[in-house]
């Protein structure tokens, strides 16, 4: 910020130009005099002299308090903002073992001063990719794409068992935004203990909505893709509700307690998932086929455009694009190939990629063994994908590393509309939260007219 000079010593007389105090007694002097002279005999001594002499010094003393006021004024919004106008580097004569990290930190800062506005709008689309205690980097490997987003912080896991348990990362504290008493429930608040049998089934008022439910009842598409498996309790949490995770393919009561893998097809947020791609290896033979079958025909009777993929590469045909939902399901050793993490974020974003918005959770199995550039290229292929919508696209990072073992926070990189809100160490549970004021869905939700109205003006 260029500071401007005062200027006392101009004689331009031109609007907003100032006088030094003998040029206002010369000027206001002159113009008594010629009114003085107008009036009255040219012998007749004009009175009240003294009065405008002091009235000129009393004039100027004005003037000058208030400039030095504003200058005042000034120099203590600066400070306290801390707008630095420019800072001296000075050249010192380095090793080149010193001068290449002097550089790249110059640049560092460089950067840093650009994050300065903060993009307040809403996130039309979300993207969030989850690699909790997976995607280690390698020696040599370059740095990932989300280390250089501009806003980042931790999350703190929270979830116990009880005294002396360990602690980690719950999916339905991440994506639902609230605490579950055990992490064996999937889905439900702390109201809910974990069940062996169906007894008594949980009270459906004890749900918890995920971010996909909230994005689907504003009319937002949804997907979720993992390179593991899709009935798992960390992709289950975004639509699913069980007593007991491991009710995957079975339960005691299909009825009363339907298995996750019945919720993924026919519940009320699993069915309307535009995107589903993952694994599905289920214990009875023919399971994968009998769920393609019975996904395409859901899609037939409600007469919408699909495309059921069996091999990875279909993903990434852009007819895609014309599709309102695709299924995948392949084999484990399919997902474990190198950029198939890639291709399942890619392709679902082929289908995503509307008006309308979205939200995706892209999900690495830490059971699947994948490397740190691989969702690099996976978070690096989506920028590429929206570039035309990124200052509508909220793009967040969340990953741990296993190696430092149980409660051990996550970073959460983001870039993007409402990124700025990420700013310290959260509680696991604000991750659903932060999206959700971002993206105008749950409980933010009334203010999505709202916003469209101010976007359309």
């Given at each position: 910020m260029t500071r401007e000079e005062f200027n006392f010593a101009?004689?331009?007389?031109?609007?907003?130009?100032?006088?030094?105090?003998?040029?206002?007694?010369?000027?206001?002097?002159?113009?008594?005099?010629t009114v003085n002279n107008s009036r009255r005999p040219p012998s007749q001594k004009p009175p009240g002299v003294g009065c405008s002499a002091l009235c000129v010094g009393v004039l100027v003393a004005v003037v000058v308090i208030i400039v030095l006021l504003c200058i005042s004024l000034i120099v203590v919004y600066e400070n306290e903002g801390q707008v630095v106008a420019k800072?001296?580097?000075?050249?010192v004569e380095l090793p080149a073992e010193q001068t290449v990290w002097f550089e790249a930190n110059l640049a560092e800062l460089r950067n840093a001063f650009r994050v300065v506005d903060?993009?307040?709008?809403?996130?039309?689309?979300?993207?969030?990719?989850?690699?909790?205690?997976?995607?280690?980097?390698?020696p040599g490997d370059p740095r990932p794409v989300w280390e250089s987003f501009p806003h980042l912080a931790l999350l703190r896991p929270t979830t116990s068992d009880g005294a002396g348990a360990s602690v980690s990362f719950n999916p339905t504290a991440m994506f639902c935004g609230i605490e579950p008493r055990h992490r064996h429930t999937v889905g439900f608040?702390?109201?809910?203990?974990?069940?062996?049998?169906?007894?008594?089934?949980?009270?459906?008022?004890?749900r918890a909505a995920s971010i996909l439910q909230w994005a689907q009842a504003v009319g937002r598409l949804t997907g979720v893709v993992t390179n593991g498996e899709l009935v798992q309790p960390t992709p289950a949490a975004l639509y699913a509700h069980t007593p007991n995770s491991s009710w995957?393919?079975?339960?005691?009561?299909?009825?009363?307690?339907?298995?996750?893998?019945?919720?993924?097809?026919?519940?009320?947020?699993?069915?309307?998932?535009?995107?589903?791609?993952?694994?599905?290896?289920c214990p009875e033979e023919f399971c994968r086929e009998a769920f393609e079958s019975a996904w395409e025909?859901?899609?037939?009777?409600?007469?919408?455009?699909?495309?059921?993929?069996?091999?990875?590469?279909?993903?990434?045909?852009?007819?895609?694009?014309e599709r309102e939902y695709?299924?995948?399901?392949?084999?484990?050793?399919?997902?474990?190939?190198?950029?198939?993490?890639?291709?399942?974020?890619?392709?679902a974003l082929h289908v995503l990629d509307r008006p309308e918005g979205f939200v995706l959770v892209a999900i690495a199995d830490p059971s699947v063994p994948i490397g740190a550039a691989e969702v690099d290229a996976a978070v690096k292929a989506t920028l590429r994908k929206l570039s035309t919508v990124l200052d509508d696209s909220l793009i967040v990072v969340v990953r741990s590393d296993a190696r430092e073992g149980d409660a051990a926070f996550a970073t959460v990189h983001a870039t993007g509309p409402m990124s700025h809100l990420l700013h310290r160490v959260h509680d696991q549970t604000f991750l659903a939260h932060f999206i959700s004021y971002a993206a105008r869905i749950g409980r933010f939700r009334d203010a999505d007219l709202t916003n469209f109205i101010l976007q359309m003006v």
């Open positions: 101009t004689s331009d007389t031109a609007a907003g130009s100032s006088y030094s105090g003998p040029e206002w007694r010369r000027q206001l002097d002159g113009e008594r005099e800072v001296d580097l000075y050249d903060e993009n307040k709008k809403r996130a039309k689309n979300v993207v969030l990719f989850i690699a909790l205690d997976s995607a280690a980097a390698s608040d702390s109201a809910v203990s974990p069940s062996d049998d169906c007894n008594e089934p949980p009270n459906s008022t004890h995957l393919y079975a339960g005691p009561d299909g009825q009363q307690c339907p298995d996750v893998r019945t919720q993924l097809l026919y519940g009320e947020t699993g069915r309307a998932l535009n995107v589903i791609a993952g694994t599905l290896p025909g859901e899609r037939l009777d409600a007469d919408t455009s699909y495309k059921l993929a069996t091999e990875l590469k279909e993903l990434l045909d852009p007819a895609l694009d695709a299924l995948g399901l392949f084999e484990r050793q399919t997902l474990a190939q190198p950029n198939a993490f890639h291709d399942l974020a890619v392709g």
